[in-house]
């Protein structure tokens, strides 16, 4: 996972970012603290330092959590394309979820929590919303 974090930011976000260009990507290091820190119980200091080196000290200026209750989210799976996460106990998943909101609380100034339970036009809406709020106006070329 960190090689492959490590090879993404290295062949596609820095160079991107060097060229003055806004990076979405989905499942960046949030996502390594609350799978792999609070869903698998590993050590959340070791993690985040492997998470700094992988990502070459790149943080998100943005960090958005589409928060769905783990029922509802199973309940949207297509279970026979699920992945070995996805398919995990629904433990782990409320062990995932208290652990993406814990970074969350920890860190008001850079995630932004999302009602994923709403429609997808209101879900577009707020997070439309907490981007320009958060970064300013979309750049030309994301419009």
Known sequence: MAADRAQH?????????EQGRWVVTERFSGSTLAYQGYGRGLDLD???RLVSWAAGGIEPDLTILLDVPPLLARGRLDLERADRLERLDAGFHDRVR??????AE???????VVDGTATVEAVAEHLLAAVVERLGPLPASAR
């Open 9 to 17: 930011v290295a062949e596609v976000v820095e160079p991107a970012l």
């Open 46 to 48: 070791e993690l985040r």
């Open 98 to 103: 208290a652990g993406y909101h814990s970074l």
């Open 106 to 112: 920890a860190d008001p100034d850079t995630w932004v």
